[in-house]
């Protein structure tokens, strides 16, 4: 799992920068609230910022915030099954069959893995601690509807 570095993002960070492994995989905090994006681009083509916990990422897309893929079955991914999470990663659509995922999650790089490799990912997270932990929805880009 280390080696996919999913808690790069996953995991919020501690305002030292450092992922905040009691709260593993749990996604961008709820009580972290994020109204909107910053205005970018910022100077000399800057386009892309992120909030303090790293799970709140703005850029051309909106806002998207980091998923909770602990298997807490309300707020996670705990009531889905390995057909979901390979269908999710491999088609990059949210819960495997709804909108398309936003930047930066990498799911076109984690798609050429094998099913053999999603499993053993998926069978890790349903492994880790289920943290009740309710992510907001993405914010459009400012204008867009
Ligand atoms: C560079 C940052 C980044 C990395 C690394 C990353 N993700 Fe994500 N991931 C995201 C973001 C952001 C979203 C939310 C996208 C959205 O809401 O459209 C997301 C969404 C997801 C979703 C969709 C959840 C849902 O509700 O449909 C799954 C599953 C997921 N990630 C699994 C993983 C796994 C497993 C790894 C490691 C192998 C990983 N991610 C690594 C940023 C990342």
Redesign the pocket.
């Given at each position: 799992m280390t080696a996919?570095?999913?808690n790069?993002?996953?995991t919020p960070f501690t305002p030292t920068g450092e992922p905040d492994m009691t709260r593993a995989l749990s996604g961008h905090p709820q009580a972290v609230r994020v109204a909107g994006a910053p205005r970018l681009p910022l100077a000399d083509g800057w386009i892309v910022a992120i909030n303090e916990t790293n799970t709140a990422?703005a850029g051309p897309w909106g806002v998207?915030?980091?998923?909770n893929?602990t298997p807490d079955r309300v707020t996670g991914?705990g009531a889905w099954t390995d057909r979901i999470?390979i269908a999710?990663?491999r088609t990059g659509k949210?819960?495997g069959v709804g909108r398309g995922?936003?930047p930066?999650?990498?799911w076109r790089m984690?798609a050429t893995l094998t099913d053999e490799d999603l499993r053993a990912?998926y069978a890790y997270?349903m492994t880790i601690p289920a943290i009740s932990n309710r992510v907001p929805d993405?914010i459009p880009p400012s204008g867009a509807k």
């Open positions: 996919q570095d999913c790069g993002c996953h990422w998207s915030f980091t998923s893929i991914i999470f999710s990663i949210k819960s995922l936003l930066p999650m990498p984690y990912i997270l993405p």
